[in-house]
């Protein structure tokens, strides 16, 4: 069976940071393109940040760029997403995704469509 397990949101003040880990089962996060996306009701989902340790790419979306750090441990087949400086409007719904299409960039995966398997999310509080 193949899944992704993600956790490690919670609620933190401003300015402080988070770690989100996305755990892969059936499948290596190796194998795959793996991105981090999140959600806020009524707005568009954000693909916030994907990578590919196959040909080591990484992309980033804008208003993250600098202040989340993507990486991956292939041993542990988990990425995780290193939140800093958070920001009131980074409260979201977190989810992470696995692009199983072959071909896929980091830059094409995190368009999020049609990507994959998707995990359950996990929730972003940061008060202001």
């Known amino acids: 069976d193949v899944q992704l397990q993600a956790s490690g949101g919670g609620l933190v003040q401003a300015g402080g940071s988070l770690k989100l880990s996305c755990t892969a089962s059936g499948f290596g996060v190796g194998d795959y393109v793996i991105g981090w996306f999140r959600e806020v009701p009524g707005k568009e989902r954000e693909g916030l940040s994907c990578?590919?340790?196959?040909?080591?790419?990484?992309y980033y979306l804008g208003s993250v760029k600098g202040r989340f750090t993507i990486s991956s441990d292939n041993a542990k087949n988990t990425v995780y997403l290193q939140m800093n400086s958070l920001r009131p409007e980074d409260t979201a719904g977190y989810y992470c995704?696995?692009?199983?299409?072959?071909?896929?960039?980091?830059?094409?995966?995190?368009?999020?469509?049609?990507?994959?398997?998707w995990g359950q999310g996990t929730e972003v509080t940061v008060s202001s």
């Open positions: 990578i590919s340790t196959s040909d080591n790419t990484i």
């Open positions: 995704a696995a692009d199983v299409r072959v071909g896929a960039t980091v830059k094409i995966a995190c368009r999020g469509d049609d990507i994959g398997v």
